[in-house]
């Protein structure tokens, strides 16, 4: 059974930053395209970041809002996924979920880490 389990997440200020980890299991991220959504209350899940499997050259693309303030990576041994965050906006406050393409297809996701931007 695929699983990801998202963490890393808290209370950050403006400007701040924040690392978070998605730790997969049955699956393996580098043969796999990952995404991160995130989902502020009141609104539908958003895309955040995509990066590519390794084969692909694990190319990477990120919505507009967070292009320059955000970075997707994988680290192959531990099977995690990561979202480096710096410079954080208040705007950025939802619950962060990563995902695979199959998962996306079939709404199937994780409870996500919740991100609070806020001084």
């Known amino acids: 059974q695929v699983q990801f389990v998202e963490s890393g997440g808290g209370l950050v200020q403006p400007g701040g930053s924040l690392r978070l980890s998605c730790a997969a299991s049955?699956?393996?991220?580098?043969?796999?395209?990952m995404f991160w959504y995130h989902q502020a209350v009141g609104k539908q899940r958003e895309y955040v970041a995509t990066?590519?499997?390794?084969?692909?050259?694990?190319?990477?693309q990120y919505v507009d809002s967070v292009k320059g303030r955000f970075t997707i990576s994988r680290d192959n041994a531990k099977n995690t996924v990561y979202l480096q965050m710096s410079d954080l906006k208040p705007e950025d406050t939802a619950v962060y979920y990563c995902?695979?393409?199959?998962?996306?297809?079939?709404?199937?996701w994780g409870q996500g880490t919740q991100v609070t931007v806020s001084s």
């Open positions: 990066l590519t499997t390794e084969t692909s050259g694990s190319l990477t």
């Open positions: 049955g699956t393996d991220t580098a043969t796999s395209v």
């Open positions: 995902n695979d393409a199959i998962g996306v297809a079939r709404n199937r």
